[in-house]
């Protein structure tokens, strides 16, 4: 059934670490001999990092997803409320932290316009950080069933996904191993760098992904 032999594919997770959830992922991850990366919440962090920890330890890769995930840039872009979100969550992340500084804004519900706007980008520069984005959002905080199929759709229109799904999310993560199971099977090629679709900034430069729509106006 190697329908995608050879296709090149990205696994991300936000919103963790999760004390439970986010150890059942790993193992899956583990056991199907699969890289991600992370993308953690600074409050999340704060309450639970031996999931971190684990991750960074098996090889997994750690990135800021923002210090509460509470108000997209382009709602709330001042100074202060960028540099907190981002900064502190980096400093949380210490010693995890990916080496390139990986970054992932928070869009709400998956969307791109507006992620960042120009004090965040001006703010990403000065700290060198790379920000990840995505192409496929398969809502699996939404729909904790049909999630899967969601994927196999969105991924026939790419050439290499980046997929975001979410290690909070008990019920859909309970269809985990199997999706990643038919992505193997289909003979999909797991891959822990980016697309470079999805990287709107490198060690703190801007790339032509941020001419995309991803800027507040």
């Known amino acids: 059934m190697l329908t995608n032999k050879g296709k ?13 959830l986010t150890p059942m ?12 990366t992370f993308f953690v919440v600074g409050t999340q962090l704060a309450k639970c990092r031996a999931p971190a920890e684990r991750a960074f330890q098996e090889g997994h890769w750690i990135g800021n997803h923002t210090w509460s995930h509470s108000v997209p840039f382009r709602d709330r872009g001042d100074r202060a409320f960028v540099a907190e979100e981002i900064d502190r969550t980096q400093d949380a992340l210490g ?12 869009g709400r519900r998956g969307r791109l316009d507006g992620a960042l706007n120009g004090i965040a980008v001006d703010h990403l520069a000065q700290g060198a950080y790379t920000c990840v984005l995505w192409n496929s959002v398969p809502a699996d ?11 196999y759709r969105q991924f026939e229109e790419l050439d290499w996904p980046l997929v975001v799904l979410h290690d909070v999310f008990g019920d859909a993560l309970k269809l985990l191993d199997g999706f990643l199971g038919s992505l ?11 697309p470079p679709t999805t990287v709107a900034m490198r060690n703190g430069v801007p790339t032509k992904v941020m001419d995309g729509g991803v800027l507040a106006n």
């Open 184 to 194: 193997q099977d289909r003979g999909y090629e797991f891959r822990q760098n980016f």
């Open 141 to 151: 905080f939404d729909d904790a069933t049909g999630w899967p199929d969601t994927a």
């Open 95 to 106: 010693p995890l932290a990916h080496p390139d500084r990986l970054f992932r804004p928070y």
């Open 25 to 36: 992922v790993l193992d899956i991850l583990a056991r199907r001999g699969i890289p991600a």
């Open 8 to 20: 090149p594919i990205t696994i991300t997770f936000d919103n963790g670490p999760h004390p439970e």
